[in-house]
C-alpha cells in the first residue's frame, strides 16, 4: 500500500519562474504528537495511512519527515489589508508541499500552517498556536459539510514546542488542502512591481487551473475576471445565508478559486444584526456581516486592476470592460442570495414580494435579537395553519408582528408551483440545525489547552458533520445559543 511518503506529489506552481515562491524547509518540531487526522479527505486525496503509526503520521504532518517528491515553498503574494496596500506579505508560517490528484481528477494543493519561518515572516515566528488551529479546522470542515466551498482540514499535530501570542500557548500546525493557494493579492503582488511578464504568466495559469473554459473566450482575461465574479458572487452569497462572517477580508485572504480561506478571527452569527463584527482587529466594522458583499466586490476590483492590460490593448477601453463585469457581480450576489433565501423559506418559486417578505423577517429578527440559524430552521414546523408556535415565539419577544409575518409567509407558501412539496423537508434541507458556535468553539478550545482534553473537540466535529439532520438527543445541546455569560463578543487573528 502506498502511504505518505511515497506519494507522487507534482508541482505545477513551482515550476513557475522563483519569484513566485520561495524554496524553504519546514522548521523542525521538537516532539510531534497526532491530534486528528481526517479519514475521509485522506481517501479524497487518495493517500492511505493505514500501514503507519500516529507517531509516524505525527511526524509527517509536522514537516519533520516529507516525501522524497516534496519542493516545499512559501508563496509570494501582496494584499489590500483594512483597504491599504502592502506590497510584500506571502506565506510568513505557511509551507506548501505540493500538489496530488484527488478522486475525482482536481488537482489540490496540501500545505503545512504553522511550519516555521519564511522570508516572508518579517518579525513573525512562523509558528502557529493550538487554539487558532482547531478554530480553522472545526470551521473549514464545518463549512465543507455546509456546502460552502472552502479550503480543507487533514490533520492538527501539537508540536511540542511553546509560542508566545497573548500568552504561551502550546504549538500547532494545521494540514490544510485547496484548489490552490493563489490569492486576489497574488497578482497584487506582481502588479505593483510592473512586472507584467508575472501577470501574464499567473493569470494563464488560474486559467488552466480553476477557469479552464476561458481560454478558448475572445477575451480569456476577461473571461477569467469575469469567472471569479461569479465565483465570489456566489460564495459571499453562501456566506450571508448562514451567517458567517469572515472577519478579515483582506485581498491577500480571498483565494481566486472562489474559496472561503484563512479562517482567523471569523465567527457565525448567534443573534442576527447586519452590522455584526466579532473580529479584535476590524476596529471600524469595515468586514461586518453586511458589508461582504460590497468588500468582495471591492477586491475583485484590484483584480481587475491586474489584469487591465491584458484586457485591451486600448487602456479606457479595458477599464470600461472590467468595470462591466465588476458591477455584474452585484446582480449576481443578489439572485444567489435571493434563490437561496427562498429556499430557506421552502419557497419553489418566484414572486416579486418576496424581497420584502425576506426583508419583513430579518428586519423583525434584526429587533428582536432572535438566533439567526434557530429561526429559520424554526420555521420547518411553522409553515401549517395548525403549527404550535411556541418554539417561535420563545425566539420572538414581537408576537403579534410574528403572526402578522406568519400569516403573509403561508400565504406565500400557498403561491408554490408543487404543492405537494414536503415544505418541512425543503426547509430542513436549507437551514442547519447545528453551526459551529463561537462559545462552543472557545469551550473546547479551553479544554484542548488547559487540560490537554480533546474529546470536546471530536464530540462538535462529529455534530458538525451533518448540519441539516435533526439533531440526535446526544448532539441537541450543540443547537443551543450561548446563554448571557457565554456570548464571545471578540474573535482574533492566528498571527
Not at 477575451?219 to 465570489?232: F, G, T
Not at 434541507?429 to 484542548?448: D, G, T
Amino acid at each position: 500500500m502506498a502511504n505518505f511518503q511515497m506519494i507522487n506529489f507534482t508541482h505545477s506552481y513551482s515550476q513557475l519562474p522563483n519569484r513566485f515562491y520561495q524554496k524553504v524547509m519546514p522548521t523542525p518540531s521538537s516532539d510531534p504528537t497526532l491530534i486528528l487526522k481526517n479519514d475521509e479527505l485522506l481517501h479524497e486525496l487518495q493517500v492511505d495511512l493505514s500501514e503507519l503509526s500516529d507517531k509516524e503520521i505525527a511526524q509527517i504532518f509536522s514537516g519533520n519527515k516529507l516525501a522524497e517528491t516534496c519542493v516545499p515553498i512559501a508563496l509570494a503574494y501582496a494584499g489590500h489589508q483594512f483597504g491599504h496596500f502592502t506590497p510584500k506579505l506571502g506565506d510568513g508560517r505557511a509551507i506548501l508541499l505540493g500538489e496530488v490528484i484527488d478522486t475525482k481528477g482536481r488537482t489540490r494543493d496540501i500545505q503545512l500552517k504553522g511550519a516555521g519561518r519564511t522570508e516572508f515572516s518579517r518579525q513573525g515566528d512562523g509558528r502557529a498556536a493550538l487554539g487558532p488551529v482547531i478554530r480553522e479546522y472545526i470551521v473549514s470542515e464545518a463549512m465543507n459539510s455546509l456546502g460552502i466551498p472552502t479550503t480543507r482540514s487533514l490533520a492538527m499535530v501539537l508540536t511540542g514546542d511553546r509560542v508566545y501570542r497573548e500568552r504561551d500557548m502550546p504549538g500547532a500546525i494545521l494540514t490544510r488542502v485547496a484548489g490552490s493557494h493563489i490569492r486576489t493579492g497574488t497578482f497584487e503582488y506582481f502588479a505593483f512591481r510592473k512586472d507584467w511578464e508575472a501577470v501574464k504568466i499567473l493569470a494563464n495559469y488560474v486559467i488552466d487551473r480553476h477557469y479552464p473554459s476561458a481560454r478558448n473566450a475572445s477575451n480569456p482575461y476577461l473571461e477569467l475576471l469575469e469567472a471569479a465574479v461569479k465565483a465570489h458572487a456566489h460564495l459571499v452569497a453562501q456566506w450571508m445565508l448562514v451567517g458567517f462572517i469572515h472577519g478579515v477580508m483582506n485581498t491577500d485572504n480571498m483565494a481566486i478559486s472562489g474559496e472561503t480561506i484563512d479562517y482567523g478571527p471569523c465567527a457565525f452569527m448567534d443573534f442576527y444584526d447586519p452590522n455584526m463584527v466579532f473580529s479584535s482587529i476590524d476596529h471600524q466594522g469595515r468586514y461586518a456581516f453586511s458589508n461582504q458583499p460590497a468588500i468582495a466586490q471591492w477586491n475583485l476590483g484590484m483584480l481587475a486592476t491586474c489584469l487591465l492590460p491584458f484586457v485591451d490593448v486600448n487602456e479606457m477601453k479595458a477599464k470600461d470592460l472590467a468595470k462591466e463585469v465588476i458591477h455584474s457581480f452585484g446582480e449576481a450576489f443578489r439572485s444567489h442570495w435571493l434563490a437561496g433565501m427562498r429556499k430557506k423559506l421552502g419557497l419553489d418559486n418566484s414572486r416579486s414580494n418576496d424581497f420584502s417578505l425576506i426583508e419583513a423577517l430579518l428586519n423583525l429578527m434584526h429587533k428582536d435579537r432572535a438566533d439567526y440559524t434557530l429561526a429559520f430552521r424554526c420555521l420547518a414546523n411553522c409553515h401549517d395553519d395548525n403549527s404550535d408556535l411556541t418554539d417561535l415565539y420563545h425566539l420572538f419577544p414581537s408576537k403579534s408582528e410574528v403572526d402578522m409575518w406568519i400569516k403573509s409567509w403561508r400565504s406565500r407558501l400557498r403561491q408554490n408551483e408543487n404543492p405537494q412539496t414536503d415544505v418541512k423537508l425543503s426547509i430542513q434541507r436549507a437551514n442547519p440545525a447545528v453551526i459551529p458556535r463561537n462559545h462552543q468553539i472557545e469551550r473546547l478550545i479551553n479544554a484542548a489547552i488547559e487540560e490537554g482534553d480533546f474529546n470536546p473537540m471530536n464530540q462538535l466535529i462529529g455534530a458538525l458533520s451533518n448540519p441539516y439532520e435533526n439533531p440526535s438527543k446526544t448532539t441537541q445541546a450543540y443547537m443551543l445559543p450561548p446563554g448571557p455569560d457565554e456570548q464571545v463578543v471578540e474573535t482574533f487573528c492566528g498571527t
